[in-house]
């Protein structure tokens, strides 16, 4: 049972930055097999696409919200898949989810949580004016 961890949120003022950590606990899940997306869920609206990355071609995509602002980020020795944010509004006030992709075929340029499983808890992010 493949088990994602995720941390680093938290209450940051706008125009101000924080990484996030998506981690695999407790058992043989690697970041560089296995895709790794980032979604994030505001109150209110849908889960949405915000950043993922490829395992066998480390092949990126951002939605057009975070493009130039966000950076998702793989660790291999430390079996993380980071994203950093910067410059950040309080439109980017979400709960924070990471999730895989076991066939690594479904980070496209529309950033779909479809087809993604294995979803952790989440991390608040909070952005105030």
């Known amino acids: 049972q493949v088990q994602l961890v995720e941390s680093g949120g938290g209450t940051v003022q706008s125009g101000g930055s924080l990484t996030l950590a998506c981690t695999p606990a407790?058992?043989?899940?690697?970041?560089?097999?296995?895709?790794i997306g980032w979604f994030r869920q505001a109150p209110g609206k849908e889960r949405g696409g915000v950043a993922c990355v490829r395992a066998r071609t480390g092949i990126k995509n951002y939605a057009d919200s975070v493009k130039g602002r966000f950076t998702i980020i793989r660790d291999f020795t430390k079996n993380t898949v980071s994203l950093q944010m910067q410059r950040l509004t309080p439109e980017d006030t979400a709960v924070y989810y990471c999730?895989?992709?076991?066939?690594?075929?479904?980070?496209?340029?529309?950033?779909?949580?479809?087809?993604?499983?294995?979803w952790g808890r989440g991390t608040q992010v909070t952005v105030s004016p």
């Open positions: 407790g058992s043989d899940f690697t970041v560089d097999f296995y895709g």
């Open positions: 999730a895989t992709d076991l066939y690594d075929n479904y980070c496209t340029s529309a950033v779909s949580p479809e087809k993604y499983t294995y």
